[in-house]
Structures are given as C-alpha cells and as structure tokens.
Antibody, heavy 116, light 110 residues
Framework: QVQLQQWGAGLLKPSETLSLTCAVHGGSFSTYYWIWIRQTPGTGLEWIGEINHYGSTNYNPSLKSRVTISVDTSKDQVSLNVTSVTAADTALYYC??????????WGPGTLVTVSS | QSALTQPRSVSGSPGQSVTMSCTGTSSNVGGYNFVSWYQQHPGKVPKLIIYDVSKRPSGVPDRFSGSKSGSTASLTISGVQAEDEADYYCCSYAGTYTWVFGVGTKLTVL
C-alpha cells in the first residue's frame, strides 16, 4: 500500500520561502514521477512541477522562476520550495505519484497560508 | 498556460445521464490522448476515475466513461447516483513535459 506523508510550515509571511516535503512509503520510488499540485477555491487545481528519481525536473512555466523541486532517493522523499511567496500562493499543496500520464496516489495535502 | 475550460456546475436526477466537458486547445487536449479525470468529494483528496481519455482504473464503476472530440474531452456518468455528487477535474498533457488542469465542475445530484 502506497502512502504519501507531507509536512512543512503552514503559515508564511509575504516574501518568505515555502518549503514542503513529501515522504513516500511503499511501492517503488524510482519507477515513478513525483509531482506537486496546489488547490485554491477560486482556481481549482494547478500543476506546479514534477521530478523523477534521477532529479530530472519539469516546471509550470508560470511558476518556474520561483519553484525548485528536489529529491532525496536515500529517504524516498521529494521536496518543494517556492520563493518570494505572496497571498496568491495561499493554497492546499499536494504531492502525488505519476505512473504514466495520470495521478494515482495523492498525499493528504498541506494547507499553506501567506499572510502578513 | 491557461486552465482547461469546464462548466462550473452541472446537475442531474438519480438515474439520469450527465455529461461534463473539458475544453482546451490543440496544444493540450486536442494534441494528445492523455486526458484524465478526477473526482473530489468535499474535504477529500482527488480520486482518479478516467485516464488516457477513456480508460477506467480498476474499482471505478462502469457508469463513468470518457471520450474526446477535437480539443474537447467529456466525462459521462450514466445513471448518476447520489454518491457521485462531487467536484470533477480534468487534466491534460500540454506538451514539453507540462500538464494543465481544468477549473473543475461541481456535480449536483437533484
């Protein structure tokens, strides 16, 4: 059974850096792409970016300048950093597994609020 | 990278068929057969119900089906049930290793 565990700071001030980590339990970590998605009530789901176990990344062009996704294969973990956050980055952030061209497992989500 | 267009809401009575659309462009929905659909109940994590336009994962009821014509994908629920009331999101490959989601459709079962 695959489980994704997420953690990170939930309250940030504008201009700070968002940092989240996702630990993968079960399954073969190296077989898949791992992605980050965020969800807001107004805009729905937004794909942030993805990474594989080699560290090869792809990012949403609209966020690319502020986003870094990294991997720690020794711990089966992926991490998300978003710099210079604003209120517009307030969202529920998910990590998820991509076996092909779809998402089959999602983390529980981490609510991140940006407020001064 | 603009979000895919979905109707904000659709509704249907139990037993009726309901279809919701997901409209993109030739750069995403129209260009690839990599459209997936996700069902999300309030407070829950999204669940995959359709992938590769029309394939259904194991365990998903066969009343859920997907199709595509041009740059518009569709999700049909044949014989909608009360437990199908949820938000539904489409997602498409958008080229150069990027993905785009739809804005979501709220299904109300009357």
């Amino acid at each position: 059974q695959v489980q994704l565990q997420q953690w990170g700071a939930g309250l940030l001030k504008p201009s700070e850096t968002l940092s989240l980590t996702c630990a993968v339990h079960g399954g073969s970590f190296s077989t898949y792409y791992w992605i980050w998605i965020r969800q807001t009530p107004g805009t729905g789901l937004e794909w942030i970016g993805e990474i594989n176990h080699y560290g090869s990344t792809n990012y949403n062009p609209s966020l690319k300048s502020r986003v870094t996704i990294s991997v720690d294969t020794s711990k089966d973990q992926v991490s998300l950093n978003v710099t210079s956050v604003t209120a517009a980055d307030t969202a529920l952030y998910y990590c998820a597994r991509v076996p092909g061209n779809y998402i089959d497992y999602w983390g529980p989500g981490t609510l991140v609020t940006v407020s001064s | 990278q603009s979000a895919l267009t979905q109707p904000r809401s659709v509704s249907g009575s139990p037993g009726q068929s309901v279809t919701m659309s997901c409209t993109g462009t030739s750069s995403n929905v129209g260009g690839y057969n990599f459209v997936s659909w996700y069902q999300q109940h309030p407070g829950k994590v999204p669940k995959l119900i359709i992938y590769d336009v029309s394939k259904r994962p194991s365990g998903v009821p066969d009343r859920f089906s997907g199709s595509k014509s041009g740059s518009t994908a569709s999700l049909t629920i044949s014989g909608v049930q009360a437990e199908d009331e949820a938000d539904y999101y489409c997602c498409s490959y958008a080229g150069t290793y990027t993905w785009v989601f739809g804005v979501g459709t709220k299904l109300t079962v009357l």
